[in-house]
């Protein structure tokens, strides 16, 4: 008997070393914080009930969100309904609770402390735990889910999570960093340890599993090529907690699959779908030009944000010979009629880009203006760079009779008609442009092969802040598969961008990133092209906003976004008003019309 009981104590030490909660003592200083003091940006006249319709061009390849398959457009409906440990405010930036109520940063710059919510719950009803983090870091970094990036990242950037108690855990980065870079790193999303078995067929036995989840949605049933449906979890805990009420109205969410967007128009008008994206200018000033929108049955909706914006324009790679000359670098920036295309293809919608990327903050260097369209100037700057002699056809050659050419690779036929338009007036200039569509993927390899000479790119969505190392510091230039397109090796940006990844000093760390845009400026390697500082939308009328229609980061998932949202908590604050669709159904029978809406809010409007 007292073997067995040996043998059985053994089993639990073992356990809990695995699980690293053995002897785990908290620090008795830690500075415990939280933000109730933020203002709550859903409508208290949002009202529970209905469903709402949107479409997808294509049913995902597995519900998992880990593993192969898992990174398509249907990751985000599963990830931004389920919450992590914190969360930030769309509006302010700071740092909310989510599954924690609490947080303590160390004095490392590494560790952070957190007390979870224990009224937190899974789907099915079991309680959300420090358990299913330390099962979720072992999860991570098991080769079993099949996805080496995870495991390089729970290996490298997250080294470690401990636990206190039930309700208490921290987790380590790997590296220092500034606050809400550490916050941004350590908010984990958690894993159910009572759900989830690490067994070798993990990645086939988990590809349709409804797995519980804390969000307010749960999967409740999908008809594989064709549609997938959510609805809301009964008495979910969170319903009550400043940040999410009056969030999350909707009873359910059909998403049906259309593959072509021209037919998810047409059933957008039937009003089998209830809300359809508007950016594009086309789709805004004539598509919706439509009596559904004439007689008031859909409303339109033109909201301004401050979205991060990700670099958009031409990266050019210096590397190669003509493009490591100075003169001609800055000859493109002025040869490139960046303003032409928004002012006529784009309607005037579209703004300049002037940096590299925008809308966080303080660390936008406002003061730069993109070199704008001069055809003597860029003629000068090509001439001092030995470009002198017009060819027959106006391109510009040097003493060697070296045309002066710039391909530039892009990966969307939509872009073709843009694209064309800066093709023709950078002749005016002297610059043959040839244009180089391939499709996405291959033009992706193409670039991070370095095997382009400009390319045109739109980095997509940023995130709390800039990211500048794998961009610009020289241990990415030179290398296959690193996102350094422009090869650049700097030593003013090198110690720029060194000094930025170091500071805690989020003041300190502001001046530095506009230190690097004027760097970047300087060295005239990036052709900034435009910014879209707005989303647009269209929505039957009984689809309902706040007063103030979105936040200040709604351009990143749309003003009609139905789940949380990433890495800010911004969505699902639209509601349907069971009233307002009764009496348009009956108006579409009688054939009556009400005034039409456009909505324009410019309450987060900034001045390019």
Partial sequence: MMQQKTFWSRVVLLWGLTLGC????????????????DPAFASPEARPGGTLHLSMQSFPLTFRTLGPDANGGFRSFVLDNQLRLISFHPNSGEVIPALATHWAIADDHKTVYFRLDPEARWSDGKPVTADDYLFGYQMMKSKVIRDPWMNNYYSTEIVAVTKYDDYTLSVQSGHPKARLDLMNTVELWPQPRHYYQLTPDWVKKYNWAIVPNTGPYQISD???GKSIRFRKVNEWWGKDRKYFRHRFNLDSIELKVIRDEEIAWRHFLRGDLETVGLVIPEWWHDKSDTEEF???????????????EGPQGVMLNTALPRLADLNVRLGIQHAFNIQKTIDTLLRGDYQRMHSFGRGYGA??????????????????????????????????????GERLTLQLTYSTQLHTQRLSVLKEEAKKAGLELRLNLMDGATAFKSMLEKKHEGAWVSWGGGGLLPQYWEFLHSANAGKPQTNNLFNIADAELDRLVDAYQATFDEGERAGLSRQIQQRLHDLAIFVPG???PYTRAGAWRYVRLPRVPGTRVSGMEGLFWPMDGYPYSAGGVLWIDPALKQETEAARQTGKAFEPRVIIDKTFQQQP
């Fill in 363 to 400: 660390f936008d260097n406002r003061a730069l203006r993109a070199r704008a369209f001069d055809i003597a100037r860029a003629r000068d700057y090509f001439a001092k760079a030995g470009y002198r002699q017009a060819g027959p056809d106006g391109i510009l050659m040097n003493a060697n």
């Fill in 22 to 37: 053995w002897a785990a003592t908290l620090p008795a200083d830690l500075k415990w914080e939280t933000n109730d003091s």
């Fill in 222 to 224: 999908f008809k594989k």
């Fill in 294 to 308: 004439k007689r008031g049955y859909i409303d339109k909706y033109w909201f301004y944000t401050d979205s991060p």
């Fill in 530 to 532: 435009y910014s879209v």
